[in-house]
């Protein structure tokens, strides 16, 4: 299967912690990444790899992957992280890439 | 600080075809990363069209490949995709983006609408 299965929305409290998973056959082969969308914006990469964050992204963004699944993690979630979140790696036959379904995370 | 910037026009007749630029900056098209479209029709999620590399290899989302060419012109430092017989589900915001590995640069997207 070629498809990233993503929760369609969660909600967290201010300062508390939200995990967003990701499931899907591929996540058994390759991780994941993670992109932040804000309303009108583009995205932007927030963690890649086993758990890597590019230049700037704040350490409460954390990854992690397990059998078919890939979460993302946001610990002491802030007003600004509120956002849609997408989950990208290629597809099982390594052929091409899909993105996760998104989740609407409302702090 | 590698930057890509999206051009073309704005608005496609039903069953033309859409063509986008995305002019690279702050880095060279002939470097070691695979370069990318991503589209996003309204409200909707992303979905990933193709990637190409300077050599000319490519690689298409098999929903769009039979519609879908990705070019890259090394010389202006740029990539291209041109997507035929468009109807008004192709209407998306289109983004070009590099990989490596992950989609680290993102152009800030251009809004394409196929109508007549």
């Known amino acids: 299967s070629s498809e990233l299965t993503q929760d369609p929305a969660v909600s967290v409290a201010l300062g508390q912690t939200v995990r967003i998973t990701c499931q899907g056959d591929s996540l058994r082969r390759y991780y994941a990444s993670w992109y932040q969308q804000k309303p009108g914006q583009a995205p932007v990469l927030v963690v890649f790899g086993k758990n890597n964050r590019p230049s700037g992204i704040p350490d409460r963004f954390s990854g992690s992957s397990s059998g078919n699944t890939a979460s993302l993690t946001i610990t002491g979630a802030q007003a600004e992280d509120e956002a849609d979140y997408y989950c990208?790696?290629?597809?099982?036959?390594?052929?091409?890439?899909?993105f996760g379904t998104g989740t609407k995370v409302t702090v | 600080q590698v930057q890509l910037q999206e051009s073309g026009p704005g608005l496609v007749k039903p069953s033309g075809t859409l063509s986008l630029t995305c002019a690279v900056s702050g880095g060279s098209i002939s470097s070691s990363n695979w370069w990318t479209w991503v589209r996003q029709p309204p409200g909707k999620g992303l979905e990933w069209i193709g990637e190409i590399y300077h050599s000319g290899s490519t690689n298409y989302n098999p929903s769009l490949k039979s519609r879908v060419t990705i070019s890259v012109d090394k010389s202006k430092n740029q990539f291209s995709l041109k997507l035929s017989s468009v109807t008004a589900a192709d209407t998306a915001v289109y983004y070009c983006a590099r990989i490596a590995t992950e989609f680290d640069y993102w152009g800030q997207g251009t809004l394409v609408t196929v109508s007549s």
């Open positions: 990208n790696s290629r597809d099982i036959s390594g052929n091409f890439y899909v």
